[in-house]
């Protein structure tokens, strides 16, 4: 079945280490999304990528990096640099270009830091 | 910068209500304006759409929402909830620069009482 694929749904880490959540669709999709989820506050956007080999900074980048080698994969790493990284991690894609925008959401990563 | 304000964070209703959640957004230019909706342990997913035409739109499960233009709004209706849409529910903008910039509001909890 076509679909987001986010890995794991579940992790640790322990304050100082950098981690790398995974994102993997197989919908063909251009564009990409990682947004960070914290109750009363919806869904802020760290990074996008239209497409592959460019990306932009959302605005909550500060403290999280990604790449876009390939279509279908936009992993997001959370660096020690980001101050409060516990937190829900969702994924995303969509058709890019104006007109579209319907975003399919992967199951999300919980992040935890102890 | 675009944003988008959901004024009302929890909404309580009894069955047979009916519903109306405000959103709006700033933005002067032409938008793509979306409500999504997060059932309990389920993904996010796509109840409706603007892009253009008809302000009026039509989603899934009864619900409709109205853009304003000159009230900078896309509120979310239903005449009539049912326990099973206790939710959360997003509302979101595309828009700006880059089209594919989805930006999403801070969500309404939204519980029903049998």
């Known amino acids: 079945d076509g679909g987001i694929t986010q890995s794991p749904k579940y992790l640790f880490r322990k304050e100082g280490q950098n981690v790398t959540l995974s994102c993997e669709q197989n919908?063909?999709?251009?564009?990409m999304y990682w947004y960070r989820q914290d109750p009363g506050q919806g869904l802020r956007l760290i990074y996008y990528s239209q497409i592959v080999n460019d990306f932009q900074k959302g605005d909550i980048a500060e403290g999280y990096s990604v790449s876009r080698e390939k279509k279908e994969s936009f992993p997001l790493t959370v660096t020690s640099a980001q101050k409060n990284p516990t937190a829900f991690y969702l994924c995303a894609s969509s058709i890019a270009g104006q007109g579209t925008g319907e975003l399919f959401f992967g199951e999300g990563s919980r992040l935890t830091v102890l | 910068a675009q944003s988008v304000s959901q004024h009302n964070h929890h909404v309580i209703l009894s069955e047979a209500a009916s519903l109306e959640l405000g959103c709006n957004y700033s933005y002067g230019g032409t938008v793509n304006l979306f409500w999504y909706v997060q059932y309990p342990g389920q993904h996010l997913q796509l109840l409706l759409k603007y892009f253009s035409g008809d302000p009026l739109v039509k989603g899934i499960k009864g619900f409709e929402a109205e853009f304003i233009k000159s009230k900078f709004s896309f509120n979310l209706r239903k005449p009539s909830v049912q326990w099973s849409d206790t939710a959360e529910y997003f509302c979101?903008?595309?828009?700006?620069?880059?089209?594919?910039?989805?930006?999403f509001g801070s969500g309404t909890r939204l519980s029903i009482r049998p």
């Open positions: 919908l063909n999709h251009d564009a």
């Open positions: 979101a903008v595309n828009a700006g620069s880059s089209a594919s910039k989805i930006i």
